[in-house]
Nanobody, 117 residues
């Protein structure tokens, strides 16, 4: 079992930056992948980016590549999502999740990010 708690959301103007954090507890493993997803009102949840607990493999959605960066602090069991050059269309609830064997199984409660124009 893995517990995830996101923080760092808020209101920011377009062009601004935010950094989200996701603290993991429970049975973590170097084989896990940590991912970030988001869901805007009336839309389906979509993939944002991910990073493995070990190594440096990262993936990003095309819509955020070059603006968002996923990183981790293994000592603190925390994953971050640095979001720069934010746009109003980035407004959503952001979730972190843990994938085991390629399937996202554990989810946080989400944190709201609102970007004003």
């Amino acid at each position: 079992q893995v517990q995830l708690v996101e923080s760092g959301g808020g209101l920011v103007q377009a062009g601004g930056s935010l950094r989200l954090s996701c603290a993991a507890s429970g049975r973590t493993s170097s084989r896990y992948t940590l991912g970030w997803f988001r869901q805007a009102p009336g839309k389906e949840r979509e993939f944002v980016g991910e990073i493995r607990w070990s190594g440096d493999n990262r993936m990003y959605a095309a819509s955020v590549k070059g603006r968002f960066t996923v990183s981790r602090d293994n000592a603190k069991n925390t994953v971050f999502l640095q979001m720069n050059s934010l746009k109003p269309e980035d407004t959503a609830v952001y979730y972190c999740a843990v994938a085991i064997a390629g399937l996202y199984k554990y989810w946080g409660q989400g944190t709201q990010v609102t970007v004003s124009s």
